[in-house]
């Protein structure tokens, strides 16, 4: 199933055709695409094989990307949950062709870009060209620090800001902030984010802080870049596939991305993210075809030779009362994990039992309890003030895998 007609598809196909040409230049990946039939319709699309993020990494390091439209970025992707890689732009990132059909900011707007702005990641500057196509006014804020909090919102108050925009993971620290200082945002209408699946934890929040808040996503990839948008109208899951997009899901409910827009600098085509979703009609009744993105199916992680379903965990943890978020950790010793611990963030003033949660987690969780059969020990809940954050995106990753001494 394709987001696209076959109609609609083929005035962009030729895109499509020019990737397949390029990626059959790569010596390593030659061997698997001269075979492949010349691509003509949809058909000849899914009959390709896909593209993994390893295979784009090779590529990108035959081909050069084509700069002599302008100016061209490099980005560092992944880094969260996998090893980095690195990714494309042109100046604008695309935006141009976002914003024509999704403008959730205004030239009336006062936006708080909250993306971290440095080390090679792209949101924090594809947010800023999004504002510059809306005209509005941009507070560049990026990253900030635990202490520096208060005295941003502040400001954030009496500049009567409109709107934010970031990490789920960044902006529920901003809304806890303001809610545990008693500060209010009465201007504030739209909450953007992009770069994690929207946390439904926030909304409480939200509406102590700023009721009038509503939020604006987007999703994609730093490969991809952005492959659909939602509105307040759409839930948190469901995102509008925009034109340039080609999003075919198999049979296993895996998305692969095929980026049609001329302008593309990587090589995607059957890019697999390793997100899983179908294709749904949307209940705010905007016409076509939306996704319905189901999250991640790397999220399964081996542990002692058996599977551990880590967002099940992570969404057993936080049901208990009185836990917010909750992050895996797992140290390995060479390539075995030695010890599983779930980290908890709880709320102000809450008794958590945290040795009764364990003992349930071991009992109702198959791998934890035949893993750690004869060392239970090794399996712990900790609470924590922080999860484990990455200092380069803001992002909070369910999982993190370190090496243990």
């Known amino acids: 199933m394709f987001s696209l007609t076959p109609e609609a598809a083929e005035p962009r196909l030729t895109v499509a055709r020019r990737t397949l040409g390029r990626l059959r230049q790569v010596p390593e990946l030659a061997a698997r695409y001269r075979g492949c039939a010349d691509v003509r319709t949809l058909d000849d699309v899914a009959a390709l094989p896909p593209l993994l993020k390893d295979d784009l990494n090779v590529a990108l390091a035959h081909l050069r990307p084509r700069a002599e439209h302008g100016a061209t970025w490099l ?44 080390r090679m990641w792209g949101a924090h500057f594809l947010a800023a060209a999004l504002a510059d196509l809306s005209g509005c006014q941009v507070i560049a ?6 202490d520096e909090y208060a005295e941003w919102l502040a400001f954030f108050a009496a500049r009567e800001v409109t709107a934010i925009g970031g990490t789920p993971s960044v902006l529920r620290l901003w809304f806890a902030h303001a809610r545990a200082a008693g ?77 049609l827009d001329p302008e593309m600098l990587n090589p995607v085509l059957r890019y697999r993210t390793g997100d899983a979703g179908r294709l749904v009609a949307c209940p705010c009744g905007r016409p076509g075809p939306a996704i319905r993105v189901a999250g991640r199916r790397d999220s399964v992680v081996q542990v002692r030779g058996l599977g551990l379903h880590v967002d099940e965990l992570i969404t057993r943890a936080e049901r208990e009362p009185g836990v917010t978020r909750s992050q895996v950790l797992i140290t390995e010793t060479g390539g075995r994990a030695g010890a599983v611990e779930l980290l908890v963030v709880t709320e102000p003033g809450a008794s958590v039992d945290v040795e009764r949660l364990r003992k349930e ?9 035949t893993a750690f059969q004869h060392d239970p020990e090794n399996f712990r809940v900790r609470p924590v003030a922080d999860l484990i954050s990455n200092e380069r995106t803001g992002k909070t990753a369910g999982l993190v895998v370190r090496e243990g001494t």
């Open 361 to 369: 987690l071991l009992a109702e969780t198959f791998t934890l309890s």
């Open 141 to 146: 804020l990026g990253s900030v620090t635990r």
């Open 75 to 118: 980005f560092q992707s992944g880094g969260s949950t996998g090893a980095p890689k690195l990714g494309h732009a042109p100046t604008g990132f695309y935006m141009a062709g976002v914003h024509a059909h999704w403008q959730p900011l205004e030239r009336e707007d006062v936006f708080v870009n909250a993306w971290g702005a440095g």
């Open 183 to 259: 500060v209010e945002l009465p201007a504030l209408r739209k909450v953007l984010w992009l770069g994690e699946a929207w946390q439904p934890q926030m909304e409480e929040d939200m509406a102590a802080v700023a009721p009038e808040a509503r939020r604006w996503g987007m999703f994609g990839s730093t490969e991809t870049w952005v492959v659909g948008t939602n509105s307040p109208d759409c839930p948190a899951d469901t995102f509008h596939t925009l034109p340039h997009q080609l999003v075919h899901v198999d049979e296993d409910e895996l998305l692969d991305f095929t980026t």
